[in-house]
């Protein structure tokens, strides 16, 4: 079974930053495109960011020019360099293969205290 396991949420005060990690497990191909999403509480999950396999990024205009996507496919892993944290980024943040390909995973919480 391929499972992303997300790591490095916590509490940041507004304007911190954090870096979260993705490792994705079991899987023998190279990843697909693959994503973060967030869910706050009593909201929908929701992309942020995606990266391609070619290195192509793409962000929601509620984190563009505060988080960058990145990804290593030697390590099945994929980040996310989040600045200048606003409370409103407070949720579980989850990676996945766009589309969700991919069993979700637990997820790392991220709470911004303002």
């Known amino acids: 079974q391929v499972l992303p396991v997300e790591s490095g949420g916590g509490l940041v005060q507004a304007g911190g930053s954090l870096r979260l990690s993705c490792v994705v497990s079991?899987?023998?191909?190279?990843?697909?495109?693959m994503g973060w999403f967030r869910q706050a509480p009593g909201k929908q999950r929701e992309l942020v960011a995606h990266?391609?396999?070619?290195?192509?990024?793409n962000y929601a205009d509620s984190v563009k020019g505060r988080f960058i996507i990145s990804r290593d496919d030697a390590k099945n892993a994929v980040y996310l360099q989040m600045n200048s944290l606003k409370p409103e980024d407070t949720a579980v943040y989850y990676c996945?293969?766009?589309?969700?390909?991919?069993?979700w995973g637990q997820g790392t919480r991220v709470t911004v205290s303002s």
């Open positions: 996945n293969a766009v589309g969700g390909a991919f069993s």
């Open positions: 990266v391609t396999n070619g290195k192509y990024t």
């Open positions: 079991g899987s023998a191909t190279r990843l697909p495109t």
